[in-house]
């Protein structure tokens, strides 16, 4: 009998892997996203033919910009939150030499049939989990990688009513390599222990789809290949260790298999076959609910999740090309049918779709966990403005809370600054709720004045209604952007007593 079982499963398994060629990441069940501008239908197939332009008759904002204005928001390579050529020597200060198994290319694809009830979301875990066991490292290694467990073993969330957090993502590849952490007192501890030091709360992690992928973020030859970084493996397990650290989780999802941000927002290799927007918005919602329901089933169901990252000019954008880096500059733009740029009408439907497939997909995993959406370019008041009304005016995407990257060194001013735009948009938006997803202080390369604009930058936020928290990009890194909190010693870090004293 149990044979039989087995046999029967196989045969489902199958069909169901036919049925999946043609929609990305989905089941012909999946939900299809024909998006209004105030509401989102939903059809049986995952390629129901409509076409995305019948979308783009929304009202456009006044304040609308055109497609190359939007483009070029970033045109100046800003990589905000992306690593620089001071953070490429550091990783690689960092390697060891011992080999370890690397993770395998092959991506596990979703086998989530979207459906409503416990059970089924339970066997498409299974399902996918099983898929990524081709991995050549198992995720028990990954698990174990830590080379300091966290003090509280409280896997259960904590009542929080400021974010303190801090974006530590590539912490995960330190401890690979035996980096230990030492307080500012020169005492070992571990990462979590010693920002809960110094008053952090809450924890952001990045996420890839497929990180392993040519042109992604752990591609070969890119400085982060050691491991698929940033994977749902390794951000499930990374995510575990904040929850028994008794940490808020912000789970930042980048769907890209490497940095996007204003310059670029590439589609992952597995959806670029993708040839419509209603398709795309599926594999955005498997995708996602598939990455919610391994956080929920490890016990680390996210805070709060980001559908997106830095995505002022819009969403899954652009394609890679044969001069795309490592870094993901250099990519043209996808075709129309698909791509979310908001700097056009199909563009703008498009992205709403996928916004709202995010949304719709953590939410049906998790109804208490905040959706966020994040863009950058806060000194460009206008374009704040606009990118909000077309959101949440003309579309009426039902995000819970808007973030905003602030860097003082990208041009973005000092809190003194932010605050009257953060009161204008507080008071607009009655019913949102707002963080700085992203913030450092530094006013230059990998420098800092000291000058207690990063105590600032907290404390106005806080004062602010609505204003639920602040996170510090990034504690174990300097870069463009400015400086860390700890310094280097050779393979160990060092928290660096006086950047913390601006915390606690």
Same mark, same amino acid.
């Given at each position: 009998?149990?044979?039989?079982?087995?046999?029967a499963a196989c045969?489902s398994?199958? /069909?169901?892997?036919?049925?999946m060629q043609?929609? @990305?990441d &989905?089941?012909?069940?999946?939900?299809?996203?024909?998006?209004?501008s105030?509401?989102v $239908?939903?059809?049986?197939?995952?390629?129901?033919?409509?076409?995305?332009?019948?979308?783009s008759?929304?009202?456009?904002s006044?304040a609308q910009?055109s497609?190359?204005s939007?483009?070029?928001?970033s045109?100046?390579? $800003?990589?905000?939150? @992306?690593?620089?050529?001071?953070?490429?020597?550091?990783?690689a200060?960092?390697?060891s030499?011992s080999?370890?198994?690397t993770?395998s290319?092959v991506?596990?694809t979703s086998?989530e049939t979207?459906?409503?009830?416990?059970s089924?979301?339970? $066997?498409?875990?299974?399902?996918?989990s099983?898929?990524s066991?081709?991995?050549?490292?198992? !995720?028990s290694?990954?698990? !174990?990688?830590?080379?300091?467990?966290?003090?509280?073993?409280?896997?259960?969330?904590?009542?929080?009513?400021f974010?303190?957090g801090?974006?530590?993502s590539?912490v995960?590849?330190?401890?690979?390599?035996?980096t230990k952490?030492?307080d500012?007192?020169?005492?070992e501890s571990d990462?979590?222990?010693i920002l +809960?030091?110094?008053?952090?709360?809450?924890?952001?992690?990045?996420?890839?789809?497929?990180?392993?992928?040519?042109?992604?973020y752990?591609?070969?030859?890119?400085?982060?290949?050691?491991?698929?970084y @940033?994977?749902?493996?390794?951000?499930v397990?990374f995510?575990?260790?904040v929850?028994?650290?008794?940490?808020?989780?912000l789970?930042?999802?980048h769907?890209?298999d490497?940095w996007?941000?204003?310059?670029?927002?590439?589609i992952?290799?597995r959806?670029?076959n993708?040839?419509?927007?209603?398709a795309?918005?599926?594999?955005v919602?498997?995708?996602?609910?598939?990455l *919610?329901?391994?956080l929920?089933?490890a016990g =680390?169901?996210?805070? *709060?999740?980001?559908?997106?990252?830095?995505?002022?000019?819009?969403?899954?954008?652009?394609k890679?090309?044969?001069?795309?880096?490592?870094?993901?500059?250099?990519? &043209?733009?996808?075709a129309?049918?698909?791509?979310?740029? *908001?700097?056009? /009408?199909?563009?703008?439907?498009?992205?709403a779709?996928?916004f709202?497939?995010?949304i719709k997909?953590?939410?049906?995993?998790?109804p208490t966990?905040?959706t966020?959406?994040?863009i +950058?370019?806060?000194?460009?008041?206008? #374009?704040?403005?606009?990118w909000?009304?077309?959101?949440? &005016?003309?579309?009426k995407?039902?995000?819970?809370v808007?973030g905003?990257?602030?860097?003082?060194?990208?041009?973005?001013? #000092?809190?003194?600054k932010?605050?009257?735009l953060?009161?204008?948009?507080?008071?607009?938006?009655?019913?949102l709720?707002f963080?700085v =997803?992203?913030y450092?202080?530094g &006013?230059?390369?990998?420098h800092?004045?000291f000058?207690?604009?990063?105590?600032?930058?907290?404390?106005?936020?806080?004062?602010?209604?609505?204003?639920i928290?602040s996170?510090f990009?990034?504690?174990t890194?300097?870069?463009?952007?400015?400086?860390?909190?700890?310094?280097?010693?050779?393979?160990?870090?060092?928290?660096?007593?006086?950047a913390f004293? +601006?915390?606690?």
């Open positions: 009998m149990k044979f039989l079982k087995n046999l045969v398994c199958a /069909s169901v892997a036919l049925l043609s929609c @990305g &989905d089941t012909a069940s999946s939900p299809v996203y024909a998006l209004s105030s509401s $239908q939903e059809s049986s197939s995952c390629h129901s033919g409509l076409d995305p332009e019948s979308s008759s929304v009202p456009e006044s910009e497609s190359s939007v483009e070029n928001l045109s100046s390579s $800003q990589d905000v939150g @992306g690593p620089s050529s001071s953070e490429t020597s550091l990783s200060g960092t390697e030499s080999a370890v198994a993770l290319a991506e596990p086998s979207l459906q409503s009830s416990s089924s979301e339970a $066997q498409s875990s299974v399902t996918e099983s898929s066991s081709n991995a050549s490292q198992p !995720s290694a990954i698990e !174990s990688s830590s080379s300091q467990a966290p003090n509280s073993s409280s896997a259960q969330p904590i009542k929080i009513d974010y303190n801090a974006d530590i590539e995960q590849e330190y401890e690979r390599n035996n952490f030492y500012v007192d020169g005492k990462i979590f222990t +809960e030091n110094h008053g952090f709360n809450s924890i952001r992690l990045r996420t890839f789809v497929s990180p392993k992928a040519k042109y992604g752990a591609a070969s030859g890119c400085g982060h290949d050691s491991e698929a @940033g994977d749902k493996d390794h951000v397990a995510a575990k260790k929850k028994a650290a008794g940490m808020g989780l789970v930042d999802i769907y890209s490497v996007a941000d204003p310059g670029k927002q590439i992952p290799e959806w670029r993708v040839n419509n927007a209603n795309m918005a599926d594999s919602y498997a995708y996602t609910k598939d *919610m329901i391994a929920k089933n =680390a169901t996210p805070d *709060m999740v980001q559908v997106g990252n830095e995505t002022t000019p819009g969403i899954l954008i652009h890679p090309n044969s001069k795309t880096d490592c870094w993901g500059n250099g990519v &043209d733009k996808a129309t049918s698909v791509n979310g740029d *908001m700097g056009t /009408s199909a563009g703008k439907a498009n992205a779709k996928y709202n497939a995010g997909a953590v939410k049906d995993v998790s966990t905040k966020v959406l994040h +950058e370019s806060i000194r460009k008041e206008e #374009t704040v403005k606009w909000m009304g077309v959101i949440f &005016d003309d579309y995407i039902p995000a819970d808007m905003f990257s602030a860097y003082t060194a990208y041009g973005d001013g #000092t809190p003194d932010w605050k009257n953060f009161n204008t948009i507080t008071t607009k938006y009655s019913k709720e963080i =997803a992203e450092n202080g &006013d230059s390369d990998n800092y004045n000058d207690k604009s990063r105590q600032k930058t907290r404390e106005s936020v806080r004062e602010m209604n609505r204003w928290g996170f990009w990034e504690p890194i300097g870069g463009a952007w400015g400086s860390g909190l700890f310094d280097w010693r050779g393979n160990d870090l060092y928290a660096n007593a006086k004293e +601006e915390f606690f």
